[in-house]
């Protein structure tokens, strides 16, 4: 899965809730076309265009995953949590991609959450990447459980 044994992070892996709900990938391992492959790729993971980073999400999402990712929201109201990177230019897609889910459901985005390290697996395979996990930081709003009112 993307590595050996010895590159796989030491970070402790605490076990999600039996009721945690499943992970919906919008651009799997094997897909016809990799997320590096579009042209606005670079300029905004590298160069922080946020432009670029809206126009991606916008080109990559697929309206058979969201409807997906509406069953696992169910009736819930969760905040969307938009992860600020580490990384050197401020990684402008995890946003881009919050704002759209958070506008596609009618939910809030939360982007006070912050990437703590830099695990360097771009280009990685989404399964090396559960993996290998990022540790965060920050304080994420307290919210109360909202009745849906999608």
Not at 62 to 80: C, F, H, R, T, Y
Not at 88 to 117: C, H, S, T
């Amino acid at each position: 899965m993307g590595g050996t044994g010895a590159q796989l992070s030491s970070i402790p892996r605490v076990p999600f809730p039996k009721d945690f709900p499943d992970v919906v990938i919008q651009n799997p391992y094997g897909s016809k076309t990799q997320l590096f492959d579009y042209p606005e790729y670079q300029a905004a993971k590298f160069g922080g265009d946020t432009d670029a980073a809206t126009r991606l999400v916008d080109t990559v999402v697929s309206e058979s995953k969201m409807e997906e990712l509406g069953k696992v929201i169910g009736d819930s109201n969760p905040a969307v949590v938009a992860v600020r990177s580490a990384e050197p230019g401020r990684n402008p897609l995890p946003k881009a991609y919050a704002d759209l889910v958070g506008e596609w459901f009618g939910l809030p985005v939360d982007d006070e959450i912050a990437q703590m390290n830099r695990p360097g697996r771009t280009a990685s395979r989404a399964e090396y990447r559960m993996l290998n996990r990022t540790t965060f930081g920050g304080s994420s709003y307290a919210r109360p459980e909202l009745p849906a009112g999608r």
